[in-house]
């Protein structure tokens, strides 16, 4: 079984005094199988965002529904949003998200204290995962002490702590440095293989071609996908170069 | 440019930080408004006309002197606080190609707009209520309304000239803060890394130190005299030690809880505790000022309030009858029965004369020095080999046991060489004896009281009471020792109640002057009804003043509170909305934030509570000075005061709250 159905979502915004609506998804359908890598991509506003805030429950949507390991998400009671997003889901953003007046410790601590686990468990899985992501050494320092990929590296450190369902990533690269992004991508790559599925949204071919599929959007709708299959990390790059040269200059759907 | 685009530019600029300007404005224009009101009522002729009117417009100048000082500091911070919001701006101009000459340009206009506008607009509140100030002090002072309006030329000049120098200085600051910075260190400014709050253990101890021995220096002071003094020292302390704690104890003590790592990690502690520390750090200040300024009102209002309420009181106390004599005697045979008579004849006559007669009267003889007591010796002056730590200054009163007993109603017998004391003023007399030089006498008793006298009301040192049976020989004993023994004096003081209106009293009184002067150069006649007057201009003008400035430290502390609560609410958005993606539920986080504001906001009332608290032995001890014996009054009143400011704050907290939480949701409705 999928561990996430997508089934004909769709959002319109309307400004607040009814004027205009803005239709960010108009019909969006996919299904994510457990232990997959999967990239969302498309030009902004394409309605990427859209769609990982809902995927997040952060936003409802209009029409369609989404199900996690089957359960759909919009018959969750609003005070079991929360705890429900803290245990399954796992978040990496392009600004970090860090809070300013945690040490990065009691950043990555952040959604274990939420969830009332004890200080012991929290400490052994905290120096299983800093360890896997070199980022021992820097535990105590403060966001603004350290930089961007190492911030990033701990955000990702938060996010697989609670060992979620899914991880969704929103424009995790947008914010590093070459280097930095190889890094977090090898990262990512590492955490997959070991079983963890991924969502990631990005503008980055680099970062797509990491990902064994990826899913276009257009429009609000699911353009087109494209399976990694055998191909190298280069071949990738170039198919799916030449799928956004497609989607830019209109070609026909496929 | 020319100069009217500077004046467009600033108008904007002001208009955008509506949010921020707005309450700026309208502080500087209450203190104009303050400063002039209190500058006119110093010299209005209508005060000056008054009965006691000059005492209280020496009190008035002493408080434009305050509100000079206040005004000035209290402008500066607030300023200090917008230019911190505005760099940005500032910032963005400079790279937009303004210099930092056009940027000193704009921020003289805009510093001439803000000052003409609080300057003009305040002069404008100010006469308005000026008149209404005046009538107050006038009911105050118990005195009929006087409807003619008149504004101070004087004052206003005063005024202007203080706020134009104090506009000046903000505006040189300003200057100098932005000249100082780089245009990307301006543009970033607000959101520079901030550096994670240290815990400062030394500034944190010393904090405690400090407090801890003003608390103890309030607590152990039993002097009155030496307690204005103490009084101003404690003062000080406090006030370091309420910064330094604000500032530096509470980051100490966040982290100490963050060392317990069971305590810290837990969902209630986890993110306040974290936050707190920084919270603290920024506000520490702020929240120091606002403490300092609740207790500086509460102290105020309390003791004044005490004053005028117990005025009744310490008037009865400092004049115990309606008119009270004291006749100076050459020796101790003048007090006898038979000349003191005469005396009482012609003080009946006038009474007489004015269809009166004395009533519930108060008289007795008594000897009377200043001297020095310890030890269970009596010093008339001090010698070398006094002790300053065990002797304490008194006036000493010799009295005879056939008074005391009369006006006690007791009917007690001494022998010779026994005498009984009495001391006011928490002086406590633990000696089995007491001499006199070589006259010494054994005490037998402690009375517990002594009819008030009005000496003892007035004066700040306490009194000591000996009785003795055979007046007469003591005395003379004891006076001719000289060296120093002969300067005591001998009085009659003979005191009655009049039943008649006031204005009777006066005229009694001034007879009796002309009547017994003619008798006697060596007397001294008091009427209450004749004090009456400048008793209220005293008590009134302090009263008067110290509302005057409380409203002016509540105006100060209401916008410092405003101002936290919203730079507060910009800080903590960006933070709230982390956590709602991380998995806090919204609930949680309006728990958490509610929990933190409410205690950064309370921390400081009740703070002051407790320094009000630890105030109080020594607001005590200077209120005697001013004969307010009352104990129970002023705690009453100190309770009803911090209870009615407490409510105050609450309020004030729910209308702050207010644009604190529509800064921080604004992110919740945006998609």
Redesign the interface.
């Given at each position: 079984m999928s561990i996430l159905e997508v089934d004909g979502l769709k959002k319109i915004?309307t400004t607040?005094f009814g004027g205009n609506r803005v239709q960010a998804l108009s019909n969006v359908s996919f299904l994510i199988e457990e232990g997959e890598y999967v990239a969302v991509m498309g030009e902004s506003g394409s309605g990427k965002t859209t769609l990982l805030n809902i995927l997040?429950a952060?936003d409802k949507p209009t029409e369609g529904r989404v199900r996690l390991d089957g359960k759909d998400l919009s018959q969750i009671k609003e005070?079991d949003?929360?705890?429900f997003?803290?245990d399954n889901?796992g978040?990496v953003?392009q600004e970090f998200?860090?809070?300013?007046?945690?040490?990065l410790e009691?950043n990555i601590?952040?959604?274990l204290?939420?969830?009332?686990m004890d200080?012991t468990e929290?400490r052994k899985r905290l120096m299983k995962i800093a360890f896997e992501l070199g980022i021992t050494d820097i535990l105590k320092k403060?966001p603004?002490e350290v930089s961007g990929g190492q911030k990033q590296r701990a955000a990702v450190a938060?996010a697989v702590i609670t060992y979620p369902r899914i991880i969704l990533a929103d424009e995790p690269t947008g914010a590093l440095d070459s280097r930095a992004t190889d890094e977090l991508l090898r990262l990512f790559g590492e955490i997959n293989k070991s079983g963890q599925t991924i969502i990631m949204v990005t503008h980055s071919i680099k970062a797509a071609s990491h990902a064994k599929r990826v899913l276009f959007i257009r429009d609000g709708e699911v353009y087109h996908q494209l399976y990694r299959g055998e191909y190298t990390e280069a071949q990738q790059y170039q198919r799916v170069s030449d799928t956004l040269t497609m989607l830019t200059t209109g070609g026909e759907r496929k | 440019m020319n100069i009217a685009f500077y004046f467009k530019l600033a108008r904007t600029g002001t208009k955008k930080n509506g949010r921020l300007y707005l309450p700026y404005l309208l502080t500087c224009m209450g203190m104009v408004a303050m400063c002039y009101i209190i500058s006119f009522l110093s010299v209005s002729e209508t005060l000056k006309m008054m009965r006691g009117g000059d005492t209280m417009q020496v009190f008035m100048s002493m408080g434009f002197g305050v509100m000079c000082f206040f005004s000035a500091i209290f402008l500066y911070y607030t300023n200090s606080f917008l230019m911190r919001r505005r760099k940005k701006e500032f910032g963005l101009y400079n790279i937009l190609g303004m210099g930092k000459r056009n940027i000193a340009l704009l921020l003289l206009c805009e510093g001439l707009t803000s000052a003409a506008v609080s300057i003009i607009g305040g002069l404008f509140f100010g006469i308005l209520f000026s008149k209404f100030a005046e009538l107050g002090m006038l009911k105050i002072m118990g005195a009929g309304a006087d409807f003619s309006f008149s504004v101070g030329l004087i004052p206003i000049c005063k005024t202007i000239s203080l706020f134009a120098v104090i506009f000046a200085l903000i505006y040189l600051d300003a200057v100098r803060q932005t000249s100082l910075t780089d245009p990307i260190g301006l543009l970033r400014s607000e959101s520079a890394g901030e550096k994670p709050p240290k815990a400062n253990w030394l500034a944190a101890l010393l904090g405690a130190g400090l407090l801890g021995g003003a608390y103890y220096m309030s607590l152990t002071i039993e002097d009155p005299v030496a307690a204005i003094f103490i009084f101003f020292v404690a003062v000080l302390m406090v006030i370091a030690a309420t910064y330094l704690l604000f500032m530096a104890g509470s980051v100490t003590m966040c982290r100490l809880l963050q060392k317990n790592k069971r305590y810290y990690y837990r969902t209630n502690h986890f993110v306040s505790i974290s936050s707190m520390a920084f919270r603290m750090k920024r506000n520490g200040a702020g929240l120091a000022s606002i403490c300092i300024l609740c207790t500086m009102v509460l102290v105020m209002i309390s003791s004044t309030v005490c004053l005028y309420l117990g005025f009744e009181d310490s008037l009865r106390r400092r004049y115990p009858r309606n008119i009270g004599v004291d006749f100076f005697m050459e020796n101790v045979g003048e007090l006898s029965d038979q000349s003191t008579e005469k005396l009482r004849e012609i003080i009946l006559e006038v009474c007489r004369d004015h269809d009166e007669s004395p009533q519930d009267t108060l008289n007795y003889r008594a000897a009377a020095f200043a001297g020095f007591l310890g030890n269970g010796r009596v010093l008339p002056v001090p010698s070398d080999d006094m002790d300053y730590e065990l002797f304490r200054q008194a006036q000493i009163y010799i009295i005879p046991l056939s008074d005391y007993n009369r006006l006690m109603g007791k009917s007690e017998t001494l022998g010779d060489g026994e005498a009984i004391i009495c001391s006011t003023n928490e002086m406590a007399y633990d000696e089995a004896y007491v001499s006199l030089g070589q006259i010494k006498l054994d005490v037998v008793k402690k009375a517990d009281r002594f009819i008030a006298d009005g000496d003892d009301a007035m004066q700040i040192i306490p009194s000591f009471y000996i009785f003795v049976g055979d007046f007469e020989r003591v005395v003379s004993d004891i006076m001719a020792q000289g060296e120093g023994w002969d300067g005591s004096y001998l009085k009659w003081m003979y005191g009655f109640d009049l039943d008649c209106q006031p204005q009777k009293q006066i005229e009694i009184y001034k007879d009796m002057v002309q009547r017994l002067k003619a008798e006697s150069s060596l007397v001294s006649i008091e009427s209450a009804a004749n004090e009456r007057d400048s008793f209220y201009a005293l008590y009134g003008g302090l009263f008067f003043l110290g509302i005057l400035l409380g409203i002016t430290f509540v105006f100060a502390a209401v916008l410092i509170i405003y101002y936290k609560q919203v730079s507060e609410g910009y800080e903590d958005r960006s933070r709230f909305d982390i956590m709602r993606k991380v998995g806090m539920s919204r609930k949680d986080i309006k728990k958490s934030v509610n929990s933190q504001v409410l205690t950064v906001f309370f921390l400081p009332i009740l703070t002051a509570g407790i320094h009000l608290a630890f105030a109080f032995p020594i607001v005590r001890k200077l209120l005697l000075i001013f004969s307010l014996t009352d104990t129970v009054l002023l705690v009453k009143v100190t309770l009803a005061c911090y209870i009615a400011f407490a409510l105050f704050y609450i309020v004030i907290y729910r209308l702050t709250s207010y644009s604190y939480f529509s800064v921080v949701s604004k992110t919740d409705t945006s998609v």
């Open positions: 915004y607040r997040a952060l005070k949003m929360a705890a997003r803290r889901l978040f953003f998200n860090l809070l300013d007046t945690f040490t009691d601590y952040l959604p204290v939420l969830a009332g200080y929290m403060y603004y938060r | -």
